[in-house]
């Protein structure tokens, strides 16, 4: 029951190209900026996009984000196996005055 | 380098409280505020609140509220969470992390497992 809805799971080849979707409202992802986080297994989140379409230093430009309205689109080009993780993204809800996220999207590179 | 450093795992028994510390080094502590996650087992991320590092101020989500008391040590660089109350489904993996613009943050503690049972 979070707030914003992903894809419970994605999957992809080596190589290819995937993308991972986050949906929400007028009042988180409409009117504000979303963010991307990947988490490997049994480790912290490790920001990956902010701003909507930001990357953070280090961040390689195979990974991507996008948006419109109010829905919002992680793309992962040149899959590796190192990019099995699960793939949470995030924004400020104006109304609930708070942080919210969605579910996760477990990534599994075949 | 920034660092936030957590304290270590506990084991609470329902009804009980627990106390998590995040120790911060590399950055002013007082120019960020400081936000709260927490992750259940196999579950997404969930916002517990935040805390300004420069005057305290506090905002809980709505779900916590009653039950949590955030505060800041200036001297110590240091925040803490308390959660009262515990129940079985408060067992989780508990993060802080600098709050920056926008609502996202680049730099996580390395989590606290909280496990609640009798």
């Known amino acids: 029951q979070s707030v914003l809805t992903q894809p419970p799971s994605v999957s992809a080849a080596p190589g290819q190209k995937v993308t991972i979707s986050c949906s929400g409202s007028s009042s988180n992802i409409g009117n504000n900026y979303v963010s991307w986080y990947q988490q490997l297994p049994g480790t912290a989140p490790k920001l990956l996009i902010y701003?909507?379409?930001k990357r953070p230093s280090g961040i390689p430009d195979r990974f991507s984000g996008s948006k419109s309205g109010t829905s919002v689109t992680l793309g992962i080009t040149g899959l590796q196996t190192g990019d099995e993780a699960d793939y949470h993204c995030?924004?400020?809800?104006?109304?609930?005055?708070?942080?919210?996220f969605g579910g996760g999207t477990k990534l599994t590179v075949l | 380098q920034v660092q936030l450093v957590q304290s270590g795992a506990e084991v609470k028994k329902p009804g009980a409280s627990v106390k998590v510390s995040c120790k911060a080094s590399g950055y002013i502590f007082t120019s960020y505020g400081t936000s709260w996650m927490r992750q259940a087992p196999g579950q997404g991320l969930e916002w517990v609140g935040w805390i300004s590092g420069y005057n305290g101020n506090t905002n809980y989500a709505q779900k916590f509220q009653g039950r949590v008391t955030m505060t800041t040590d200036t001297s110590t660089s240091t925040a803490s969470m308390e959660l009262r109350s515990l129940r079985s489904d408060d067992t989780a993996v508990y993060y802080c992390?600098?709050?920056?613009?926008?609502?996202?943050?680049?730099?996580w503690g390395q989590g606290t497992l909280v496990t609640v049972s009798s």
């Open positions: 992390a600098r709050d920056d613009s926008s609502a996202h943050s680049v730099y």
């Open positions: 995030g924004t400020w809800d104006s109304s609930l005055n708070a942080r919210v």
């Open positions: 701003d909507n379409d």
